[in-house]
Structure formats: C-alpha cells, structure tokens
C-alpha cells in the first residue's frame, strides 16, 4: 500500500489533490484505517506485528503528505509572491497631465513680478455696473467707450465690464491708502474680432496709491515689468494719450529682442496718473456708505494692459481668436507644463 501511496503522495501538484489522496489512504474510512479495523478479527499472536506493520506504513504515509504539504504551500507563496512582485527601479508610466492656458502662465509671469514688488492680486466682478464701469472713472456720457457698440449691456441695465479699471474703484472704496494692486480678469467688448481683437480677453490692471506718486515711479514700475518678461535688456517706450480716468496719460510699448536677432516695439497697454475726478468719485462712494472721505489730496498710478498680446508673442500664435476656439490642436500643446 506504501508503494502506491508515496508516487501518489509525490504526483499531487495542489493541495486539493493531496487533501484527496490523504483521504484515500488515512482518512476516516480511508484504505489503512480499514486495515486497522481488521485487527481485531486477527488471532491475538498476529494481532501484534500486524498491528505495529500498519502502523509504520500509515506513518510513512503521515511524514510523506507533510512533507509534500510543505513543499506545496511553498510553491503556491513563492508563485504569488512572483505574481505580484513590483519592480520599483522599473521608470514610471507617463499619467495624462493637464496644462495651464497660455493666457494663465502669461498671468502668473505677471503677478509673480508684481507680487515680488509688493503687490496684492485681486480679482472682481464681470458684471457691473455703468456706474463703477464708466462714471465713477470719469467717462463722460459722450464717451465713444459708451456706445451701444462698445460695451454687452444686460436686460437690467448692468453691463459686462468693458476693462478691470471699475475694480480700482471698488478696492478704493474698501480700502484706505496707501495701496498697491493688480486685477487680473476677463472683460468684454462688442466689437467686430480679427487677429488682434476678440469680444472676450483678459487685462491686468495696476494700481498704486499713495503721498506724492508720480509718473517717474510710473515709467519705473512699467520698466521692470518689461525687464521681468523679457529680460534686462528690454525697454519701454511711452507715448502720450487719452484716458477719462488718467490726467496725464500714455500709451506704452515694451521692446524686446531675443538671440535668435526677433525684436520689435509691443503696444501693450494705457497708463497714467488717477485722474482727481476718480479719487472724488471714489470718496463720494465711501461718504454714502458711512465711511470716510482719505482719498483727496492723494496722487497715484494706474496701467491696464492685455496679456493676450504678450501669449501670441511669447508662444507664437498668430491669431488671438485661436485662444478661445477650443481647439485643442492649440490648447494640447501646452500640456503637462505646468
Ligand atoms: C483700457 O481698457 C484702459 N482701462 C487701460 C488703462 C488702465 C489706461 C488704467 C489707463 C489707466 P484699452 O481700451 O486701450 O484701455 O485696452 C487696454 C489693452 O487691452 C490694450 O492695449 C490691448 O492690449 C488690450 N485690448 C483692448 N481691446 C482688445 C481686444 N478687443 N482684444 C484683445 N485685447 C484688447
């Protein structure tokens, strides 16, 4: 019975299988255990022998069940233990990355120069109103920036703000000076689009308030903003202009020039020195909510400029409409940079 137990024992290559030969051989009614049960029809003499024969064929049987028990069990956690091993010098899978809209790194270029000069950033509103849009910033009701044309008008009379300039008003009349900001925001305007004009983009705004500012800290301010986009050799040139909100006030351009010999003048934006009309307006505002009157006799700054111009430049994109049309041709390329 041993001879055909132990190459049965040694063929059983799972557990089941063992489990099933150890029932055949030493389980309840197994073929030894029957065999025992024989002994007692033996006569008492041959009871003995025969007695300790099985017993040492059974416990051949017992050691080689637990020995291929052990050696079963091994294998079954060695073959997990290789299933589920993890290689960790293997190099990582690419996860699909999102990216940052070229208009947000052009953004956060420019509050992280501003925020290193002491800036806050703050944002505002999208729908306002005509006040805080154009009178409390000294645009006439004749102002060409208020016609029907220019500006998205809402069914109750507010408006889509047509520039981030209405947010100076609103941080003014909750905070005393001396102040310095920018708003980053979208502003909208209707008006035909081409390659550099689209209804809806996005300005940043700058604000500083305080004892005798003037134009010099101006033209200072916007210079290292230019250094700060394009390096220590760019320059700023500034032409006079017309803003309602700004007394005096100028357009100005950054030039830039890089290795590969690009260089050109870039019209960014408007700027100038806040308008009296506006600190009044902005007095005005605060005196009927119950607060003080701290902006007269104040002097300050004001610049608004499109960051959109800087984007198409800095990332070559040669329609500004291609920013906004979702195609993600465009918007793919800036994946996974974040
Ligand atoms: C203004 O909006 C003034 N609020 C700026 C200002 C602020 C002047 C503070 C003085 C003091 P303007 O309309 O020129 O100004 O617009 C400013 C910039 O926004 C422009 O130089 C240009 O870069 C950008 N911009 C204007 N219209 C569009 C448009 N349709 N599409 C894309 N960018 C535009």
Redesign the pocket.
């Given at each position: 019975m041993q001879h055909e137990a132990i190459p049965e024992i040694q063929a059983a290559t799972t557990l089941e299988a063992l489990q099933a030969v150890k029932t055949k051989y030493v389980g309840k009614s197994g073929l030894v255990t029957r065999e025992l049960g024989t002994l007692g029809k033996l006569p008492p003499e041959e009871r003995k022998t025969r007695g300790a024969e099985i017993n040492a064929v059974r416990q051949a049987i017992q050691d080689a069940l637990d020995t291929r028990e052990t050696t079963l069990k091994r294998e079954a956690l060695d073959a997990q233990l290789a299933s589920e091993a993890i290689d960790v010098t293997l190099p990582g899978l690419p996860l699909p990355a999102g990216g940052l809209h070229p208009i947000n790194r052009v953004y956060d270029d420019l509050t992280g120069i501003y925020e290193r000069l002491g800036y806050t950033v703050v944002e505002g509103p999208e729908v306002e109103d005509e006040h805080h849009n154009f009178e409390a910033l000294n645009v006439p009701w004749y102002h060409p920036a208020r016609d029907l044309q220019d500006t998205f008008w809402l069914e109750d009379g507010r408006l889509l703000r047509?520039?981030?300039?209405p947010m100076q008003i609103r941080y003014m009349v909750d905070h005393e000076p001396d102040l310095k900001i920018v708003v980053r925001g979208k502003v909208y305007?209707y008006?035909a689009t081409d390659a550099?004009?689209?209804?809806m983009?996005h300005?940043l705004?700058g604000l500083v308030v305080g004892d005798h500012i003037n134009m010099a800290d101006l033209k200072g301010t916007i210079a290292e903003m230019a250094r700060g986009l394009y390096g220590p050799r760019a320059k700023v040139r500034f032409q006079p202009s017309y803003?309602p909100?700004?007394e005096p006030?100028a357009d100005f351009a950054v030039y830039w020039d890089n290795p590969r010999g690009e260089s050109k003048w870039l019209?960014?934006?408007?700027?100038?020195m806040v308008h009296p009309n506006v600190f009044k307006a902005v007095d005005d505002l605060r005196e009927a909510q119950g607060k003080e009157r701290v902006y007269e006799g104040k002097t300050g700054f004001?610049?608004?400029?499109?960051p959109?111009?800087i984007a198409m430049l800095k990332y070559k994109i040669p329609d500004?409409r291609y920013f906004y049309a979702n195609d993600p041709r465009v918007i793919g390329q800036f994946r996974g940079e974040l």
């Open positions: 047509t520039h981030t300039s305007r008006e550099t004009h689209e209804s983009f300005q705004e803003y909100f700004v006030g019209e960014l934006g408007g700027c100038g004001a610049f608004g400029l499109g959109e111009r500004i």
